[in-house]
């Protein structure tokens, strides 16, 4: 890997800037100091340091955003803000969304540069939990209950059963296995109700407990591996 990518994609600048810093002596790769932004390091073995403090180098991000209300979950949108635009620390390393959550909808979003995990984490081979906090605008029915534990059936295909507990006449809490393309509100409108709140409470095993809406924090260590254990 070129020096000025390694140094970039360990957050000490833009590709830019952390060009100067290799101009200003102020990189040594080995306890060497070097001049070449094109220098290839081995990410795995060589012993980077900016001014004799180690740089630590991460290949994969793993960021849990609490979603708000106002923004799309895309990197780059013609007509509301991205999500991206609440992580502007991690502009270096082009983090993208783990599947999808509408413009109105809040909550759990995980965000990650790990193509290969997240394609995983979205396929309904896995089984991976979502949990939704639903409002409807009317009086929900008990048989809905069954009706959603049977499947619906969208664009000509059954979903996979669903867990549906009410919890108040207008209110009700789904536990989905797949995420087909607004797949909560459809659900809900097959039986004639309109979804007016929406709020993803747990993706897997991860909620935003703790989390003010349009915050962030990075997983731990023990959090990644849950991950990767749960799709392995």
Same mark, same amino acid.
């Given at each position: 890997?070129?020096?000025?990518? #390694?140094?970039? !994609? ?14 200003? @002596?102020?990189? /040594?790769? !080995? ?6 932004? /094109?220098? /290839? ?8 340091? *900016? ?5 630590? #180098?991460?290949? *994969?991000? =793993? ?10 979950? $895309?990197?780059?949108?013609?007509? =509301? ?8 620390? #991690? ?21 990650? !540069?790990?193509?290969?995990? $997240?394609? %995983?984490?979205?396929?309904? @081979? #896995?089984?991976? &939990? %979502? ?36 919890? /108040?006449?207008?209110? $009700? ?15 809900? @409108? =097959? *039986? ?19 989390? &003010? ?20």
């Amino acid at each position: 890997m070129r020096l000025d990518r #390694y140094l970039a !994609n360990s957050g000490l600048g833009s590709r830019t800037e952390v060009k100067r810093l290799i101009k200003d @002596k102020r990189i /040594s790769v !080995n306890g060497e100091v070097i001049r070449s932004e /094109s220098f /290839s390091v081995d990410e795995l073995k060589d012993n980077v340091c *900016f001014d004799n403090r180690k740089v630590n #180098y991460k290949k *994969f991000y =793993y960021v849990l955003l609490n979603k708000p209300q106002g923004y799309v979950s $895309a990197v780059i949108d013609n007509v =509301y803000p991205p999500v991206t635009d609440l992580l502007p620390d #991690y502009s270096f390393v082009k983090l993208f969304p783990v599947g999808r959550l509408d413009v109105d909808t809040t909550g759990v979003l995980l965000m990650t !540069n790990d193509g290969e995990l $997240a394609h %995983k984490l979205i396929s309904p @081979k #896995y089984h991976i &939990d %979502k949990v939704y906090e639903v409002s409807v605008d009317k009086k929900l029915d008990l048989r809905l209950v069954q009706e959603f534990k049977k499947g619906i059936k969208l664009d000509g295909e059954l979903t996979m059963p669903a867990d549906l507990t009410i919890l /108040s006449d207008t209110k $009700a809490e789904l536990t989905l296995h797949q995420g087909k393309f607004h797949q909560v509100k459809r659900m809900f @409108k =097959y *039986f004639g109700f309109e979804v007016l709140s929406l709020n993803r409470k747990k993706f897997a095993f991860l909620t935003v407990e703790g989390l &003010d809406s349009g915050k962030h924090r990075e997983l731990s260590l023990e959090e990644e591996n849950k991950l990767k254990q749960i799709v392995s």
